[in-house]
Each structure stands twice: as C-alpha cells, then as structure tokens.
C-alpha cells in the first residue's frame, strides 16, 4: 500500500490539522479540509498557510464544512477535539471506502482504546471491546466507525491559528503512528513514508498505546496548568511550585499507565525536558480558552481518572486539576449565555 498522489481529507483543519494539511498539499496531494467560521472563509478566498521558523507554505485546497463534499478518501485525518467527534464520525460514512484509513490524531485517550487490545482490560462481560464513558458515553463513537479503518497517531508538534487562514507552527512535526491491534502493518508504512516525503518526522510503533500514554503525561498536567495560569510553556517550566505539581501529577499517570500493562516510555525528568524544549507556546488548552471554546477536559483528565477508578488507584494530583478545569470550563460557558 503507498499514495503516489493521495486524495486526503482533514477534517479539522485547525493547528495540528491544518499544519499536516499544509505539509501534505505542499508535497503533491490532493488535499480537502473540514473546517468553519472565518478559518473555512479564508482558506476558500485565500488558501491555507504555514509559518514556522524554516519558511513559510502557502497551498490551494479544497474546503467545506461537511465531510460528505468530498467524496471516497484514501486517507482521512481526523484533527478535531474528542468532544467534537459526535458530530463528526456519523458524517464519514460518504468517504470511506473499504481500505480508507482513518488516522486519529487526537490528545489524550482515545475513543477507540480498548479496540484491538489483547490484555484482559479490553473486554467486557459480553465479549465486547470495552469503551471509555468519558470520551465514548455507551460505545456509540465505536459503533459510528468500523474501527477496523482506524490507525492511532500521537502528536508532537505545536502550533496556532493565529489568524484566519494562517497557522504558526514552531517547526516540529513529529507523529507517532501504530495500529490499535499492536502489530506492524503495511498501511502504517505507507503513512510513514506518506508523512516523510511531505517533510515530517513520523515513527511507526508497534506499541501505540505507550505512546498515548506517554503524551498524556505531559497533556494531563502542563494543558490544565495552563488554563489555569495563563501562562505558556516557558513560564510554566520556569515555576518551581507549577512544576513540583505537574511532577505530583505525572507520576500518577505514570503509575495508571502501568497498570493498564502500558510503557510509559520515559522518566519524569525526560518528560519535563521534552517540555522545556517547545519554548514560548500556548499549550491548546489555553488557546481554546482565550477563543472560548469547550476545554478538553474529557479525554485528558476525565478519562485516564475513570480508568483509575476501575484500577482502585488513587490520582489526587488529576482529580485537583481535573475539578477545577472544569469548574473553569463551566463558568466560561454560563458567561458566553
């Protein structure tokens, strides 16, 4: 399987969306992206473009804001937040075909994360794959998709949309790619390559999972932290008191990681350093805040604490950051009434 000139569709074309979109018109394919508001109004007027410290891309791509405009994909990149994918997944059947491979490119713990695990957390007691209530309330998201297109991708790469129809990126393009199932396949080689020949960096893994978790580390504790403070990344690393804090609450996920038989893949102070070398960057979390938006609440605090819940381990540190996030999130709404 490859895509000499693969027709992809993103849908959610903004920072992270926006940016592989970017990269993968740049490099010759025929890209579509879903999006909305004045972000959809400048990409049709005026293309989307990516500034990062390397140069500046500018392409021409086809934008709508229903899936279903575009027609049977190759590959479709799904770059929403997990609270929007109840919209969003019942509206991909018109794109699929039966090898179509859906990649999820999404913070925190998926909808689809039992789906294709082999330890004795990942079924039910009708031999069903288990579903996680807090991203995938009674299993309908996993019904939506035949989760046999899915492949899972963590990412690595910061960004904004700093206005309509521009993104500003801080030059990294890192993608962690690997199959729900835990096994290698031709498909996630094709993504590799797909990704490299539009100069990114992808990783195949054999173990995504570990790679959710491991992002998770620093999602669950600098993106709520954030929202909080106001403060980007370098000021956040620069506060003793917020990082003994976010030290508290990594470790807690760490520990959930490996009860759920998962390798967290790297220390605390691996994690920390891997913070300090984005810079001066607005997490997304705070940058849905400033637009206010819904905070992403679900799938990286409310989640990994109902997994806790079922593991009988204690997550203090995340229920603290968790409360007030959402006592945040729930006052930004009553004010936009």
Sequence with gaps: MSWQRGKILVVGAGAVGGSMAVKLAAAGHEVAVVARGAHLHAIGQRGLCLDDPAERLCVQVRAGDDPADFGPQDVVILAVKAHQLDTVLPRLDAVLRPDTVVLAALNGIPWWYFYGDSTPYAQDAAGGWMHVDSVDPAGRLLAAVDPSHL???????????VEPGLIRGNGQYRYVLGEPSHTVSQRVQALVELFSQAGCEPQATARIRDAIWMKLVGNATFNPVAALTRARMDAICANPELIALIRAGMAEIMQL???????????IEQRLDIARGIGAVKISTLQDLERGRPLEIGALLHAPLELARRARLPMPTIELLGALLGELDRQMRLQAQ
């Design 151 to 161: 492949v899972g991708c963590v990412v690595h790469a910061s960004a904004e949309v």
């Design 257 to 267: 990681a490996r009860a759920y038989d998962c390798d967290p893949l790297v220390s």
